[in-house]
Nanobody, 116 residues
């Protein structure tokens, strides 16, 4: 079965860093674009970052450019989100997703809380 297992979330102070990981199984990982989304209470889910199959192209939301970096290791079926210079407004549940034409898979999400 398809699984996306996330880890790395937690509580961090403003200005701190976290690295999220998402380990995939049950599908041909290298054939899928990988994405990180987030959703804060009372707000719509929004795209944070995306990376193409071989990792050659990345896209970022304006609110994380220069602070977050998405990467993938196809040999490990893993996508990462390195988050630096975290702000309180980054507090949200972060979701890993996989996408190809006509198909979407989602992880359970991991909580990131940025607070002093």
């Amino acid at each position: 079965q398809v699984q996306l297992v996330e880890s790395g979330g937690g509580l961090v102070q403003p200005g701190g860093s976290l690295r999220l990981s998402c380990v995939a199984s049950g599908f041909p990982f290298s054939r899928y674009t990988m994405n990180w989304y987030r959703q804060a209470p009372g707000k719509e889910r929004e795209l944070v970052a995306a990376i193409t199959r071989a990792g050659g192209t990345t896209d970022y939301a304006d609110f994380v450019k220069g602070r977050f970096t998405i990467s993938r290791d196809n040999a490990k079926n893993t996508v990462y989100l390195q988050m630096n210079s975290l702000k309180p407004e980054d507090t949200a549940i972060y979701y890993c997703s996989a996408r190809r034409v006509g198909e979407y898979y989602w992880g359970q999400g991991t909580q990131v809380t940025v607070s002093s």
